[in-house]
């Protein structure tokens, strides 16, 4: 038996309910498909049933890696890569129409999902990501405007990312069992019309600006990032507000006046 690395942040899911409704969530069939994190193969088994055109996995435990190759051996369809996915090319590694699912580990959950939002290529090669986070994490990437919940990581994803459906997993559809409940939420690209930012990068540098002083009116912070003259060109911003009062478009807008200077 393997047994998990909590170095790695590993939970291995053992519900065959939750896998099957995973799976279930989209057309499998004759797509190409990429698993991060693949594990032991549990929710790789579920995959393979649904006979997609190609099964690339993604696993950066050695033993694990070693374990799903020989595991798969006589799969042809089937490639693993032995990688650490926040240093693996993803995008050279997509194809188009590819389906992404993961099992993501908790302690770096949110920097796969940003990696994701940073392809090059917009709309990308995927179109579609299935993936699991811890519930918080989950809560704030769904966060709406003027909920608690809202964030930078709501306002990064919702530039490029809209969520489907989700569902709660309970902490004992996992081995070893987490204190923390999962959600997995469905995610197609988008391109979003009247907005055009060059680089996203700017967006996340900007998001970062601003939410650092989180708690105080925006009328400092936005001077770190534009120059005074400049303000009145982006449409309902109003510094006496925090961080969190801003609608996304704003931080569009400012992004989109940064990138232009």
């Known amino acids: 038996m393997i047994y998990n690395k909590k170095s790695l942040g590993q ?30 193969g549990d929710l790789t088994d579920e995959i393979l ?22 595991k798969y051996h006589d799969i042809g369809i089937v490639k693993t890569h032995c990688a650490d996915i926040l240093k693996f090319n993803l995008e050279s590694n997509t194809k188009k129409g590819s389906l992404i699912f993961g099992n993501l580990p908790y302690n770096i959950s949110s920097q796969i999902l940003v ?29 709406k405007f003027r909920s608690k919940n809202y964030s930078r990581l709501s306002i990064l994803t919702n530039y490029r990312l809209k969520a489907f459906s989700k569902f709660i997993v309970s902490p004992n559809c996992f081995f070893p069992k987490p204190k923390i409940k999962s959600i997995v939420i469905h995610f ?20 970062k600006i601003l939410f650092s002083k989180k708690r105080k009116m925006i009328n400092k912070s936005i001077k770190k990032i534009i120059e005074k003259n400049e303000i009145k060109k982006i449409e309902n911003l109003n510094l006496k507000l925090r961080p969190e009062q801003l609608h996304p478009d704003v931080y569009y807008k400012i992004t989109e006046l940064y990138e232009s200077r």
């Open 11 to 40: 939970n291995f899911l053992i519900d065959s309910n939750i896998k099957r409704k995973i799976v279930n969530s989209i057309n499998i069939k004759d797509k190409d498909v990429i698993e991060i994190g693949a594990g032991r």
């Open 49 to 70: 049933k649904k006979k997609p055109k190609s099964l690339l996995l993604i696993e950066k435990d050695k033993r694990l890696a070693e374990m799903l190759k020989n």
């Open 115 to 143: 990696k994701t939002l940073k392809f090059k290529l917009w709309p990308p090669k995927f179109s579609d990501l299935i993936f699991m986070f811890q519930k918080e994490l989950g809560e704030k990437i769904l966060g």
């Open 188 to 207: 197609k690209p988008m391109k979003r019309n009247g907005i055009e930012i060059k680089d996203i990068n700017n967006l996340e540098k900007i998001t």
